[in-house]
């Protein structure tokens, strides 16, 4: 493993995200196919898979205090810029909103669900009075694989491009080989300055949630953590104050406040997991600049390489399961644990919090990030003190490796079901 190619994977998978990454890639989506044409809006017909339909039902959009898929692509429609990425949606202002509403008055948009093609796919169709346009999005956010203007395939990328390129499929073949002794190696040798640009992501995710802290935005979770620990009902602990900004940094982005977060493995709410606890804990020991850089590096490879195994998106809270253990074995690192207690660690929070579904993205995942942040830093100091789930225990395999492959086949095959039984009751309302 070469270093370019880590710096590449990181690169790909650790970036800013404005707004929850599912409405904000169906909107996408939508502006792309919009590019292709012009004359009068007649109807956009949005299909995606359960977990992008479940992740964008209740979600706050950037800039707005609206939720959900529709108002994302309304908005794609009056102000996306589809150049941006994931950030398409940053010119939002009152008067996008407004146009915005009007464009959902007219009930031209649909959003239906597509239970018979990848697990992550997102097909847009916008119609005019001048002809149609169809942008499909595959495997993950950003991976626009077809787009077609009145039947006529203006862009493809055929499966060998998609074999060659940074998709979730690649990644397997390029981290998941390794073994979490071999990136902890990594995170230590490759030279400071190719990943010095983790540090942004820090900066980016804890002004999140001073924003969220000053604000009491959304659910208001990390705020109400603050006045707990204030008033003595909360012990002013690191794992306290570590759930607190991480709980702020949830609240905000949830509510739609309209700043970006650095993501990791294509999720902002996996980077606001994957980079607070980290971040804190090299505060509280004052650690330097290029130890808290290795450390990011650390949390974000790992997030990704579960995410190789779980899937780009499940049925289990990835920000828990990918980013909570990503988060663990970094502070498992900075606190001097060797690679037994490292492999100690991920146990800990496999066998701990295999079970947490994913319920879709809203403001409660504050309480899901705030719980996986937090048991990061007590799985993490249990395994220093050599404390963590034996071998053969539940899902807890022989070895790291062994208990993520293992977690991987939960999400994978044993609840392939889940996410069809909780849009039913989300639905069900």
């Given at each position: 493993?070469?270093?370019?190619?880590?710096?590449?994977?990181?690169?790909?998978?650790?970036?800013?995200?404005?707004?929850?990454?599912?409405?904000?890639?169906?909107?996408?989506?939508?502006?792309?196919?919009?590019?292709?044409?012009?004359?009068?809006?007649?109807?956009?017909?949005?299909?995606?898979?359960?977990?992008?339909?479940?992740?964008?039902?209740?979600?706050?959009?950037?800039?707005?205090?609206?939720?959900?898929?529709?108002?994302?692509?309304?908005?794609?429609?009056?102000?996306?810029?589809?150049?941006?990425?994931?950030?398409?949606?940053?010119?939002?202002?009152?008067?996008?909103?407004?146009?915005?509403?009007?464009?959902?008055?007219?009930?031209?948009?649909?959003?239906?669900?597509?239970?018979?093609?990848?697990?992550?796919?997102?097909?847009?169709?916008?119609?005019?009075?001048?002809?149609?346009?169809?942008?499909?999005?595959?495997?993950?956010?950003?991976?626009?694989?077809?787009?077609?203007?009145?039947?006529?395939?203006?862009?493809?990328?055929?499966?060998?491009?998609?074999?060659?390129?940074?998709?979730?499929?690649?990644?397997?073949?390029?981290?998941?080989?390794?073994?979490?002794?071999?990136?902890?190696?990594?995170?230590?040798?490759?030279?400071?300055?190719?990943?010095?640009?983790?540090?942004?992501?820090?900066?980016?995710?804890m002004q999140m949630a001073h924003i969220g802290l000053k604000e009491?935005?959304?659910?208001?979770?990390?705020?109400?953590?603050?006045?707990?620990?204030?008033?003595?009902?909360?012990?002013?602990?690191?794992?306290?104050?570590?759930?607190?900004?991480?709980?702020?940094?949830?609240?905000?982005?949830?509510?739609?406040?309209?700043?970006?977060?650095?993501?990791?493995?294509?999720?902002?709410?996996?980077?606001?997991?994957?980079?607070?606890?980290?971040?804190?804990?090299?505060?509280?020991?004052?650690?330097?600049?290029?130890?808290?850089?290795?450390?990011?590096?650390?949390?974000?490879?790992?997030?990704?390489?579960?995410?190789?195994?779980?899937?780009?998106?499940?049925?289990?809270?990835?920000?828990?399961?990918?980013?909570?253990?990503?988060?663990?074995?970094?502070?498992?690192?900075?606190?001097?644990?060797?690679?037994?207690?490292?492999?100690?660690?991920?146990?800990?929070?496999?066998?701990?919090?295999?079970?947490?579904?994913?319920?879709?993205?809203?403001?409660?995942?504050?309480?899901?990030?705030?719980?996986?942040?937090?048991?990061?830093?007590?799985?993490?100091?249990?395994?220093?003190?050599?404390?963590?789930?034996?071998?053969?225990?539940?899902?807890?395999?022989?070895?790291?490796?062994?208990?993520?492959?293992?977690?991987?086949?939960?999400?994978?095959?044993?609840?392939?079901?889940?996410?069809?039984?909780?849009?039913?009751?989300?639905?069900?309302?």
């Amino acid at each position: 493993m070469d270093y370019d190619r880590i710096v590449s994977i990181l690169k790909d998978k650790v970036k800013p995200a404005l707004g929850c990454t599912e409405p904000v890639a169906v909107a996408l989506a939508a502006a792309c196919a919009l590019e292709e044409l012009s004359g009068e809006l007649r109807a956009i017909d949005i299909r995606v898979s359960p977990n992008i339909f479940k992740n964008g039902m209740r979600v706050g959009i950037p800039g707005t205090r609206e939720a959900g898929i529709p108002i994302a692509v309304a908005l794609a429609v009056v102000c996306g810029r589809p150049a941006l990425g994931l950030e398409l949606l940053q010119d939002v202002d009152a008067a996008c909103i407004v146009a915005a509403k009007k464009i959902m008055e007219r009930q031209v948009i649909t959003v239906e669900l597509e239970e018979n093609k990848a697990n992550f796919y997102i097909q847009a169709v916008v119609k005019s009075d001048q002809g149609s346009a169809r942008c499909v999005i595959l495997n993950n956010h950003t991976n626009i694989v077809l787009v077609e203007k009145n039947g006529d395939v203006l862009f493809r990328k055929e499966p060998e491009e998609d074999e060659s390129s940074d998709n979730d499929t690649v990644t397997v073949e390029k981290l998941g080989g390794l073994t979490i002794r071999q990136l902890r190696e990594i995170i230590e040798t490759i030279p400071y300055e190719m990943i010095a640009f983790l540090e942004e992501g820090a900066q980016m995710n804890m002004q999140m949630a001073h924003i969220g802290l000053k604000e009491s935005s959304g659910l208001g979770l990390g705020a109400g953590l603050g006045k707990l620990i204030e008033s003595g009902d909360l012990e002013d602990s690191l794992i306290n104050r570590v759930r607190m900004f991480t709980a702020a940094a949830t609240d905000a982005r949830m509510a739609g406040v309209k700043m970006p977060v650095m993501s990791s493995a294509g999720s902002g709410n996996h980077g606001i997991t994957a980079i607070i606890p980290p971040l804190m804990v090299c505060r509280e020991m004052d650690l330097d600049r290029e130890k808290l850089v290795r450390a990011l590096a650390f949390s974000h490879l790992v997030t990704i390489f579960i995410k190789e195994f779980t899937g780009s998106l499940s049925p289990v809270c990835g920000c828990a399961i990918a980013a909570g253990i990503g988060a663990c074995v970094s502070v498992a690192w900075l606190i001097g644990c060797n690679d037994d207690q490292i492999a100690g660690a991920i146990n800990n929070m496999g066998g701990d919090l295999a079970g947490m579904v994913c319920d879709g993205a809203k403001g409660g995942c504050a309480f899901k990030l705030a719980t996986a942040s937090s048991e990061a830093i007590l799985s993490a100091r249990l395994a220093k003190n050599d404390i963590f789930i034996s071998d053969g225990e539940g899902i807890v395999g022989n070895g790291a490796e062994t208990t993520i492959r293992n977690l991987g086949k939960l999400c994978v095959q044993g609840m392939e079901n889940v996410d069809r039984k909780i849009i039913e009751v989300m639905q069900g309302r």
